[in-house]
């Protein structure tokens, strides 16, 4: 508790000026509660878990099914898409190229503010381009901060079938311009982290290989 | 767990195409984990603490002490300042009115998904426009989510005597323009939902006060 009350305690005994106690306190701050400290409350390490891959791909259902199965262990996640950050953080960027970059660089700083907080960042949004990603990477790297490149991969043939907005309908009728997979291309990962087939594997068994990915690297006991 | 594995277990057997498989998850998604849930699970509720003052008049380190006073009963919070967000996502904003408003803007759109999160979001900005902090309240407001403006209320002479940065200097010698307090106003709160005179309390009774009022009001046991 005596760090917790220093310029209260400690400093009008000293009899220092203003100036050089707020120097001190800025001094202090480095010691105050760590991203470890915060995990170690959680009872977990932060990271996060990006979900990339074509629009109906079962990026959302994967991270919605993940969310509630870390839920039951005692574990907090939370969950980026585009209900929260394209209408709330993101709301006056459009889909212009630069528009898109500055979109996912956004969501990249969330996310790695979300690991500092100790909580498990799941990010689901299609990010086509392998640079806009790598950004993000870097930028979780830079920090010491883990990325966990989630690849939803699934078929467009398949991801058009299923078509839960009728978006690919209207890609290619011609209404919507720039589609991921239509007219727009999406650049798979490289070394993704974890690849799951959407359409080649049962939701349990894509949510049970992020739980022991997540196990084995010790991001949950 | 029934309803975890809904499109693994249930839909295959019901022989419904993709397209109506996918629907059904959407709507399964809105009775997914809860902002409530996650707050049950960290023993908290979670709120913005919306510190705001004059440039050097002790907004971090309350902030610095509150968090970890909180830390000491288990509660978790997470600090938005300067070195995580003007360094971060809001690196491509410079000082220009325009500028000073979108960083706000982006502040209070970062604290509430943190409050969603179930998170205690700590943000200690200068903030001087009256507008823009009615709107981060006003954006609360909408989704439900508690905004607790902070006054930090020390006078400019006091602020200027503590000058950490040396910035009142330099504003004084018209080396920095638009400088709080110096050439640039600052529009105090109306009715904060909490008062602190920095330059009258001890930072002990400041955190005594907060704690106070996030026990009496339910945000912490």
């Known amino acids: 508790m005596e760090s917790l009350y220093y310029r209260a305690i400690n400093l009008p005994d000293q009899g220092t000026s203003m100036a050089e106690q707020k120097a001190t306190n800025v001094h202090w701050h480095d010691g105050d509660i760590s991203t470890e400290d915060r995990g170690a409350l959680l009872g977990q390490r932060g990271a996060t878990l990006w979900f990339t891959g074509l629009s109906g791909s079962g990026k959302s259902t994967v991270a919605v099914a993940l969310e509630q199965a870390l839920f039951n262990r005692g574990k907090l996640s939370y969950r980026l898409d585009g209900d929260n950050v394209r209408l709330g953080i993101n709301k006056n960027l459009g889909f212009s190229a630069e528009d898109r970059t500055e979109n996912i660089r956004r969501i990249g700083e969330i996310a790695k503010l979300f690991v500092d907080s100790g909580v498990m960042a799941l990010s689901s ?97």
């Open 125 to 221: 949004f299609i990010s086509p381009y392998r640079d806009d990603r790598d950004q993000v990477r870097a930028l979780h790297d830079d920090s010491g901060f883990a990325f966990i490149e989630v690849f939803i991969d699934c078929s467009l043939a398949a991801a058009e079938e299923r078509d839960p907005k009728g978006l690919y309908k209207k890609a290619r009728a011609g209404e919507i311009k720039n589609f991921t997979g239509i007219d727009d291309p999406y650049e798979e990962p490289l070394k993704p982290e974890i690849h799951l087939h959407t359409d080649k594997m049962t939701l349990e068994e894509e949510v049970e290989i992020i739980i022991s990915y997540l196990e084995k690297n010790g991001f949950i006991a």
